[in-house]
């Protein structure tokens, strides 16, 4: 089977990491014959809002559509576009058209990753993050200028989309470890959070073999520095679960190896595959951001498509080269992002 | 002179770490002739609340107007009480109803007390949370039932009490590392956040001589994790204050050595002092509750009233209590409540 696939480099280290992830991806095409895989390249970023006043062509949505995923590397540089611009016109604007309610982010102990908790013991924990909804909202506004002036945000939670996010982590639950966990904050937020929890109670009776909990989000940041490994899946809001990643993403060693999948729930549009890290243009152009966050991140797009063996196997190579101390300099290695990419290569063929 | 006190040792563990720190304060009186406590206790809990239907006594706020400060262990007990209920009844409502707009709970490393983090550094960080308002407001509600069930809730950033929490964390930094860091997430939630950074930007040009920085909340969590020692002060939002704080809790040690102070800042009513961490109902009554939390608080009461120097004895040891391995459980020790506190309070006689 051919898969084509719309590879958005983005801003910064996204094209650096976004080519060496789809070298490895080629060459496990070449490894498994059946398999091949068709990149068509967009440029869209912020270099690209500087020159046509968007971040990407008013027909990007319906270019996009004809693709079978979306590879993405980072969106943003605030030296060049304003963040809310930049991302608003790019991945969220993707998230939301596309309907991809559902963001899934592990986190786990990689062999050779030093994490920076004294006792990591073996955690291996993924966060269904509800990715369309709740505190990211466009509803709000200001009243009043200066002395009196009141900003109201609101945020919005459909049990649609709460009960789709929490019924994706417990069909998740029962292929893992069988325990779901739901961020809350219902003793300080007392109109969504509890509605998140009654929504919480009724999904999981459906779920009768899945064991649960539920952490008010403060309790639940603190225990993942904590004991990570209490943990299987979360589910959690939008913003719980933003925080969340990165919490989990810092505990494995580096927010470079994180990975994410931005999931189109009903088969209508393309997910999209990026990794949790951003753009960091304070490192970009050296040629030593870490490749892998986006090779993992490109392991979750081959387990969507049902390539869960090639999947697997992608990541045990990851870890039999992050084993062998080919790391990148943010997790305290000295290679570039060519040297890990040729290695991870390289053992993709011997494999 | 002579400070009135109201003690509410509340539910759980309150029970037993306000007595405790109450024996130090008074210790500390002992000591410092001039310096007298009259402490008058509230039995204002959820035991209370299963007995009178209220969590305390319609004229409560009344009564506890006419103290100095207002000493609190920990409030809600889910067994007996919905969260909502008894937090809102008590912790919550002496925090809006007087005008406890500030919410300072500093974090660092204390000798003898591990960390989870591997190299935790010396970090030494103070996070100045919003208090009254934000994400923690009673607007909101639902729209329809079943199916199409919708929950939105309101947060409310207003000019003066936004701008009241950032000058309080410039004035801190000012006798401090001067260093402000505002925990913001404008690049997601796209009416409060913006809102937030443009007041910050507005407030830190009349401090020109502290520097500052703004950080999203996801990343700022896993800075938390991986670089703390990078933080001064920290300004936040009612959710996000309460996110760092636990996370400054967990790396710290234990949740339960955690200080924090409710201030009012207008001098209109008494301020409140109570640790971060809960009643811990699951511990309660084994004589094991960790009273290091309610004592560097009562530190924080004693800095409040103007009496440093002695809050800086106290702490200091505290310290030296925590160096020599007088340690609770909860952070690696086997001593009880009473043996700590009591340790503690002969080296303050011979201090
Ligand atoms: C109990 C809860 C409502 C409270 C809060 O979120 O403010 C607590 O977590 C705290 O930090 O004091
Ligand atoms: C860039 C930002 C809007 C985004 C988010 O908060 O969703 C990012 O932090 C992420 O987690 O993908």
Redesign the pocket.
Known sequence: KTLKIAAIPGDGIGKEVVPAAIDVLNTISEIHGGLKFEFTEFPWSCEYYLEHGDMMPKDGLDILQSFDSIFLGAVGNQHLVPDHVSLWGLLIKIRREFEQTINIRPAKVIKGIRSPLLNPKDFDLIVVRENSEGEYSEIGGKIYRGEDEIAIQNAVFSRKGTERAMRYAFELASRRKKHVTSAT?S??IVYSMPFWDSVFKEVSKDYPDISTDHQ?I?ALSAFFVTQPDKFDVIVASNLFGDILTDLGAAIMGSIGIAPAANINVNGKYPSMFEPVHGSAPDIFGKGIANPMGQIWTAKMMLDHFGEEELGTTLLDVVESVTNDGFLTPDIGGQYTTKEVTDEIINRLKTF
Do not use: F, S, V
Request: hydrophobic share 0%; no cysteine.
């Open positions: 904050k003793n300080g008010h403060d």
